[in-house]
């Protein structure tokens, strides 16, 4: 059985090494990469970005659904714990990083 300190080191976020994070780009610049390609831009419009894509002012065709709440139950985890995400406060998770690794099993 591993000991707390172990598990606790284990969830730690790991990072590759050499890799360089890209530079942030807003969405209109995205819009404006590669502007020649058609599949490239009918698949930008499929995401929502670029001249093709439908207005964000265009009334969705479904009912509306808010996902206010993001729970992670594993066996795994200790009896009766979970990981809880309140999606109503996006940025209160901006600094933790949670790692999901495969062959664990959540609900």
């Known amino acids: 059985m591993s000991s707390h300190d172990e ?4 969830l730690q976020p790991t990072f590759a090494q050499g890799y360089k994070l ?11 990469l590669d502007k020649g390609d058609e599949s490239l831009n009918r ?7 670029g001249a093709e894509a439908p207005e964000a002012s265009a009334k969705p065709s479904g009912p509306g659904v808010t996902v206010t709440e993001l729970f992670l139950e594993s066996p795994t985890l200790p009896p009766g714990h979970s990981i ?6 996006a940025g ?4 933790k990083v949670v790692n999901i690794k495969e062959d664990v099993e959540y609900k």
Do not use: M, Q, R
């Open 43 to 49: 698949w930008k419009a499929s995401l929502g970005i």
């Open 7 to 10: 598990d606790a080191k284990e």
């Open 92 to 95: 209160a998770h901006k600094d």
């Open 84 to 89: 809880k995400f309140d999606l109503n406060n």
């Open 22 to 32: 890209g530079e942030k780009k807003t969405v209109d610049e995205y819009a404006e």
